[in-house]
DNA sequence: TAAAAATACTCCATAGGTATTTTAT
DNA sequence: ATAAAATACCTATGGAGTATTTTTA
């Protein structure tokens, strides 16, 4: 029979890639928690940890595996919570928002998230989409705006809006007035880091993107590719809500529509599934799509 | 420290209603469980079930704790699943509609839903929300395709489209071409039996809907509704999707649009956070809103 | 050879069992 | 009076400890 207390353990040495500062971790014996792990993978009849190499790594079932136990672990800490406190507010909210998201709607949406949650207690803290995720799951996050889909066990979405994506060209350049996406090349579009998610949305909506790219500088910022395009070095994608505050009001830069259907990311909220406050995660959602510039 | 093993006993309890039983259940003797019970409730610091009945009832703490309790169990169910067989595809779906979806979206979606999930093992199953949401969390269903909002710990949506609501009359009533959400009165309204979401969406719109409704006869299926609203006995709301197998072929009633905004339901899919076909669930959204009529 | 995980074994905390009492209808 | 849960007490499983061996970078 699985136990929390296996999971427990796992999760540990997942987190530590090693058995000994694990067991530390968990105040107990390296070779109970050798054990225990031995135990659920007898119990789940596959290997989860790699102990081969001098860091302990997870196996490709060990990748399946360890989010869904991190999960359940953050499902009965919530429990005990609830047992404690009752049915959480939406107070102390700690709100996680992706770089490109963040400068775009924070300044507008902040006064009518503070009026939800009250003044004391609210954090927003910039991440990429991966970091917010692997935060909300070891709930050092209540929720994340980030764009969708994202799809991990235990973490749950609500949709807000669409968020259209149009070409920024430099103004010199002879474009179309309307472009179609299969125009798009991959090596021909200036990207921000690996990591961003923003990138990978760009990418994909490049006829499948394979083609050899030439070695790309990444941009850390939206904003850093609007200086680039309007120093005539590029072409880029950007978001609608990115258009005004930097791409917009820049005479050297062209903005160009996209023919229907229009390429765009879905804007959305990201939390716990076993969070409770949905409710308030819902008018948390309304306000942000409320307060949305150019809605 | 919490155990497994106590949210299992305490779900049996919940179950069943009766320690002797839930023990017999999960085949030890009754003191067992008792002692599981109470170490959970002091280790919680608050009582979760009330034995001063003949049948063992809920807290309102055990009302917060169980649900949760029963997504940790599903999700641990599912990480073992996962284990011995590797992250599922949707073969074997088991999908579950409400009553006021199935009819609508279900003839046009089911070519499409059978490209997806092969022929084998793909069931569906009608009934109300809140049967459908047990049966999720107790695993018995994969999917459920109904109206949104839901929010149980656990429980994972996706929405897909917005249904809009009318107003269907009897067509010798006079009308106004577009009427107003506010002009609807609750006691004016024939509805759907109790426990159909519909009927509480219906109520919702109407002012408050706290007036004193004279006793309804709660109709059973909207054909039902059709047929009475033909007869003259009075108007009600019906969903757009509804409206061409039931409503607009039929002379004798009136059909009338809302001013905007339009009231409108959110249908979409709810499953287990923990199901990890999300992929395929995304999929099987992705043809039912395809696959929908009028889209 | 040095660091780290596995193995061997011992011990005790606790889940579970049986018998019985208490409680509430 | 009876059904059902709580209590008392005993047993034994399994989780944790220490000491040691095996493994591999």
Redesign the pocket.
């Known amino acids: 029979m699985i136990?929390l207390?296996q999971l427990r353990y796992l999760a540990a040495v997942a987190e530590h890639g090693?058995?000994?500062r694990a067991a530390e971790d968990c105040?107990?014996?390296?070779?109970?928690l050798?054990?225990?792990?031995?135990?659920l993978e007898t119990e789940l009849g596959a290997r989860l940890l790699d102990?081969?190499?001098?860091k302990?790594t997870l196996t490709d079932m060990g990748k399946a595996i360890v989010p869904r136990a991190q999960a359940i672990l953050s499902a009965v800490a919530d429990l005990s919570k609830v047992a404690a406190e009752g049915e959480p507010g939406l107070h102390s909210l700690r709100l996680g928002v992706i770089p490109t998201i963040a400068p775009f709607l924070l300044p507008a949406a902040l006064p009518a998230i503070r009026r939800i949650t009250g003044d004391a207690g609210f954090r927003v803290h910039e991440a990429m989409t991966h970091t917010l995720l692997d935060e909300i799951r070891d709930n050092t996050l209540d929720v994340a705006l980030l764009a969708l889909p994202v799809s991990e066990p235990g973490i749950e979405t609500l949709a807000l809006f669409e968020d259209r994506f149009f070409l920024a060209a430099p103004a010199a350049r002879r474009m179309k007035s309307l472009i179609d996406t299969t125009d798009l090349k991959a090596d021909e579009l200036l990207l921000l880091d690996d990591g961003h998610c923003l990138r990978d949305q760009a990418l994909s909506l490049c006829g499948d993107g394979t083609g050899d790219r030439r070695e790309q500088f990444g941009a850390t910022s939206l904003s850093t590719l609007a200086s680039l395009v309007a120093a005539g070095l590029g072409q880029t994608l950007v978001p609608a809500m990115a258009l005004d505050s930097l791409f917009a009001r820049d005479k050297r830069i062209r903005i160009v529509a996209f023919r229907k259907p229009c390429p765009a990311r879905t804007v959305g909220l990201a939390f716990r599934s076993t969070s409770s406050n949905k409710k308030a995660i819902r008018q948390l959602g309304e306000a942000i799509t409320a307060s949305r510039p150019r809605a």
């Not at 105040?27 to 109970?32: C, E, G, H, L, R």
């Not at 050798?34 to 135990?39: D, H, L």
């Not at 102990?51 to 001098?54: A, T």
Request: aromatic share 4%; proline share 5%; glycine share 10%.
């Open positions: 136990t207390r090693h058995f000994g105040a107990i014996s390296q070779p109970s050798s054990q225990q792990i031995a135990e102990r081969s190499g001098r302990v």
